[in-house]
């Protein structure tokens, strides 16, 4: 007979006998029986899901957090089988999901991070059905934090924040768990005494408190100073899904809601719905009065606050709507209302590629993100300059005063970016810019009612005189020489001279033949907000300087936990832009309590945390510290951040830049682990120097075993240490070793008193001996 067992070993099994036979073993040897990590990790995905929820503001954990639950409670009492048929329905459902990730990339065009989201929340939930092993699990938990991850991107508001806490808290104890179970731990059986309960238990629950004050303390002291760079670094922008346009778009009618709530259909009336532009009025409450085609100037009232829209941008800046050529004595309009240019996108992007103003001077790209929060006009707000708009509606309209234009208005919810060729403001170029104004600039922006030409004339004229005879008499440094120079002291000395009245109502109405800017000058001796910049615009105006009234907003307040600019509708109102040839239109603010020139790129948001942080520390001191300490800290970082940009500008200087900035880099890195390396000896040294002595021998020894490469284990005790060295050094060093750790044990637990010249002379000569 043959030995079939002498057989065996040549011949192999045959390939399905050993996959069933694999099939059948594997689960068992690798099945993670803890039901408290199970539990973690399925905590971890339903908070990845509600994160993404509350960030996107969708619905996904309706449907997916049932089937998750469902999916773990299944695969836990199906851990020890094979579940092929399982697999395979799993196998296929992700492979139907994965298409309709692709299909909705291909028909969508726009933000693929939310598709992404919905794409792992697929997976995940097929996923859950199938998790016999602890690497499973893991897959489990890298994509709860994928999805976190995404919920980040999204959010724009700090209810974020909380999940994220939530989110930590929870991976500590499940990182122990899964620790644990790489190690093989079992979970230990609980006594029934105190003592033994104490040290059974799986979790140190103060060790966990501990580290997640540690790491939450750590991770804000970091965010703070943190450096903020600019963002969209690539060239695929958030904006809504498309927006179809029903009839025709001619770009020629403004829609405010605020005034088309109030039955005027031709949007060209007063907050109140009353047509005659210089009629009296009230304001709306909920909407901006300037964004429309006319504004009445001679309406009193005010907002109540609300939230319009976020902006996420590289620069902060003024979010320019429209701007108005013909001043009409007590408001203004677009005199070219109807003579606008329709741009179209292609149906496969959402790029489309607005005209640029011809400029001489240095520009900066800066990239925009603006979500709606409540409805607006179906103007679109952007920086000076705009050169590229990702829209959702297949057109777009260019006004003459380079204002942008939506076939509907912006809703709540809607995205949109936009690229802004912004200008950088030379104050030397600027002062140098010569008077000679194309005929185009001065048939528009020169118009001023006869009726009060020269008197406002008399007037500008003798506010810069008064300038001039001080200037000459020594009280005043400026020279009024060039038209930015005039522009400043103009709108410096409105802001000194006039006021705004405290409460909203108690200016006058202005009578049928009154002109706003003649009881401005010399009846009131002041008005609202918007009123100094009209009166501005009209006093250059008077002089020959070209100049018209731009409306937007402010750039709201920036919440350093977003990134986002949060603009509401009181943050609306009006500026003063005035003509330089070459250079282009630079805007003027001369309404009191806003900065004279309004922010823009050359105001950095590097270190912004750490700036809001200072400013309300700075509130505590006096005024000669916090002056003192702004100059110095105001120098350190500003040469910090020349330093960054330097550094990562040389990365965009082709192939040289690249080779330096890798070196400098590397450079930069060496000093670094060389500067802590000397730091962490020092520390050390610092340290052993307060240890008694028969500490610090035993100390050093331990370290420098370590270097030998035998670390002491610290669930070691120093005998068994000493034992264990016995294998891994020559006989003369295990001797030292156990005598300095015998020494070290009596006189540390037994209260002997070591001879500490013998060990020391010892150890010294051990020394020697390896060098």
């Known amino acids: 007979m043959f030995n079939l067992t002498r057989i065996n070993q040549f011949w192999p099994l045959p390939l399905s006998d050993r996959w069933r036979q694999n099939m059948q073993k594997s689960p068992f040897s690798e099945v993670e029986d803890s039901i408290p990590l199970r539990v973690l990790v399925l905590a971890l995905v339903i908070i990845g899901i509600v994160a993404t929820d509350i960030a996107a503001e969708t619905t996904f954990s309706l449907w997916a957090v049932p089937l998750s639950v469902v999916g773990a409670v299944w695969s836990y009492y199906r851990r020890r089988n094979a579940n092929v048929p399982v697999k395979f329905c799993i196998a296929i459902g992700m492979l139907i999901a994965l298409g309709a990730f692709f299909g909705r990339l291909l028909g969508e065009l726009n933000d693929t991070r939310l598709a992404l989201a919905e794409l792992l929340i697929q997976l995940q939930i097929l996923h859950s059905f199938d998790t016999p092993r ?62 033994n309960k104490k040290n059974s238990a799986i979790f140190d629950f103060k060790f966990l408190v501990l580290s997640f004050m540690i790491i939450v303390g750590l991770g804000l002291a970091i965010f703070a100073v943190l450096p903020r760079f600019p963002g969209y670094q690539l060239r695929t922008f958030p904006v809504s899904s498309p927006i179809e346009v029903k009839g025709s778009f001619t770009g020629r009618s403004i829609i405010n809601p605020g005034y088309v709530r109030q039955g005027n259909a031709n949007n060209q009336g007063s907050g109140n719905g009353q047509s005659q532009n210089g009629q009296a009025g009230r304001l709306d409450n909920g909407f901006y009065y300037g964004f429309n085609s006319q504004i009445n100037q001679n309406l009193r009232g005010e907002m109540k606050p609300k939230v319009v829209m976020r902006v996420r941008s590289q620069a902060e800046g003024f979010w320019r709507v429209l701007a108005f050529d013909r001043y009409t004595g007590k408001g203004w309009e677009v005199s070219r209302n109807e003579d606008v240019t329709t741009l179209k996108r292609s149906p496969w992007s959402y790029q489309i590629y607005l005209p640029l103003p011809a400029i001489s001077v240095k520009t900066q790209e800066v990239v925009q993100t603006y979500t709606m929060v409540s409805d607006l006009p179906n103007l679109i707000p952007a920086m000076a300059n705009p050169k590229e708009i ?49 005929q185009q600039i ?59 009245p405290e409460n909203p109502l108690d200016l006058p109405y202005l009578g049928e033949k009154d002109d706003l800017v003649e009881a401005f000058l010399f009846k009131y001796k002041g008005g609202y907000p918007d009123h100094f910049s009209t009166v501005l615009t009209v006093m250059l105006r008077s002089v020959g300087i070209p100049a018209r009234l731009v409306a937007g907003f402010s750039p709201g307040e920036f919440n350093p936990f977003t990134g986002m600019y949060v603009v509401k509708n009181t943050d609306a109102y009006a500026m003063t832009e005035v003509y330089f040839p070459k250079y282009g239109w630079f805007t003027f603010d001369p309404i009191p309590g806003h900065p004279l020139i309004p922010p823009s790129i050359e105001d950095t948001q590097t270190f912004s945390v750490l700036r809001q942080f200072w400013q309300w520390v700075a509130g505590w001191l006096p005024s000669p510290v916090t002056g003192l300490l702004n100059n110095i800290f105001g120098t350190i970082f500003s040469w910090v951040s020349r330093a960054i940009a330097w550094f990562f500008a040389l ?5 040289l830049g690249l080779l330096t900035g890798s070196i400098l880099a590397t450079t930069i890195a060496f000093f670094g682990w060389f500067g802590w390396v000397q730091w962490r000896e020092w520390l050390n040294r610092r340290w052993l120097k307060k240890l008694p002595a028969m500490e610090n021998l035993y100390q050093k020894m331990l370290q420098w075993t370590a270097q030998k490469g035998l670390g002491k284990h610290p669930a070691q005790t120093p005998l068994e240490y ?45 020394k020697k001996t390896y060098k």
């Open 134 to 195: 602890r690497k499973d699990l893991g897959y489990s938990i890298v994509i709860g934090l994928i999805l976190l991850g995404i919920a980040a991107t999204l959010s724009q508001t700090l209810a974020f924040a909380p999940v994220l806490l939530l989110f930590l808290a929870i991976a500590l104890p499940t990182l122990v768990l899964n620790y644990r179970s790489q190690l093989g731990l079992q979970q230990l059986k609980i006594k029934n005494d105190k003592l």
């Open 390 to 438: 990702y829209f959702p509606t297949p057109m777009l309209a260019v006004d003459k005063e380079n204002g942008l234009r939506s076939p509907v208005g912006l809703s709540e919810d809607l995205t949109y970016t936009v690229i802004s060729e912004v200008p950088y403001r030379d104050r030397t170029l600027l002062g140098e810019a010569a008077n000679n104004y194309p």
């Open 442 to 500: 001065k048939n528009h922006y020169l118009q001023i009612p006869p009726e009060i030409a020269e008197k406002v004339k008399q007037r500008t004229e003798e506010i810069l005189l008064t300038n001039y005879n001080r200037e000459q008499v020594g009280k005043s440094t400026k020279s009024l020489d060039s038209t930015y120079e005039k522009v400043l002291y103009l709108a410096q000395y409105l802001k000194q001279h006039y006021s705004i």
């Open 651 to 655: 990365f965009t200087q082709g192939w």
């Open 722 to 766: 000493a034992k264990v060295s016995y294998q891994h050094h020559a006989p003369a060093t295990a001797e030292v070793i156990d005598e300095i750790s015998q020494a070290y044990v009596g006189w540390r637990y037994g209260g002997h008193t070591p001879d500490l010249k013998r060990l020391q002379q010892r150890w010294h000569e051990l």
